[in-house]
């Protein structure tokens, strides 16, 4: 059990809503209407990374003339098809985890690279947006996950140091996040399972998000 945690930090697809595997089959495709070889490989380089990253990411991957805008528009209106439509659903416990922590005295912040205005209309429209005391999104920071900077800011804002944070996280690039601000990381591996450098960084690798209730 984890005795000195004030604050538990949270990234949002794949760890709060079941969103990875749509923008997976968007990905898949977008890699036939285009052409792109070796998708699957770009899948995982660019998880959990906002556009900014993702753009040099696929320019390095498959040129540098590669239509960044035309694959980000084409996703985004793919995208809002399934989530007009369908709606994106919680995983499994969120809700009852959240409501654990906030029981116990903890404070919950959102630290995602989706942006803003995105995040936020998912997160309302699952009814979990009023859970958290402090936001942070990809597109109001510099460096993307692997960098620190997101969970930096969320603890900043929190005024909470980082080593009294736990960050919870689905993909490698948010556990090197999570770690590189001194956090204590915990995985809820979602499309991507731990490789033995990203195991040496956490704390505690489980799933579902509930697991959060055996340390807290």
């Known amino acids: 059990m984890l005795t000195n945690i004030k604050a538990v930090v949270f990234d949002m697809d794949g760890v709060l809503i079941d969103s990875e595997s749509i923008c997976d089959e968007i990905w898949v495709r977008l890699a036939d209407e285009m052409n792109l070889p070796d998708i699957e490989d770009a899948i995982r380089e660019n998880r959990g990374c906002n556009t900014d990253l993702m753009a040099v990411q696929l320019k390095a991957r498959y040129g540098k003339d590669f239509n960044c805008p035309k694959f980000f528009e084409d996703f985004s209106v793919y ?6 439509t369908k709606g994106i659903p919680l995983l499994p416990h969120v809700r009852e985890t959240l409501e654990y922590l906030k ?4 404070k919950l912040a959102l630290s995602t690279s989706t942006r803003r205005v995105t995040a936020t209309r998912q997160l309302k429209a699952v009814d979990i947006y009023d859970f958290f005391d402090v936001w942070t999104f ?9 960098a620190p900077d997101i969970y930096l800011k969320a603890a900043k804002e929190l005024g909470i140091a980082p080593e ?3 960050g919870v996280e689905d993909s490698p690039n948010g556990i090197k996040s999570c770690h590189a601000a001194g956090y204590v990381p915990v995985m809820i591996p979602d499309r991507i399972e731990p490789t033995e450098e990203i195991k040496k960084l956490c704390y505690k690798i489980g799933k579902p998000v509930s697991i959060l209730k055996e340390i807290l």
């Not at 995208?79 to 007009?84: D, G, I, N, Q, R």
């Not at 990809?138 to 692997?146: L, Q, T």
Request: aromatic share 18%; glycine share 14%; hydrophobic share 25%.
């Open 79 to 84: 995208f809002h098809e399934v989530e007009f």
């Open 103 to 106: 029981g116990k005295g903890y």
């Open 138 to 146: 990809g597109d109001e920071i510099k460096n993307s996950k692997p």
């Open 164 to 166: 009294f944070c736990v």
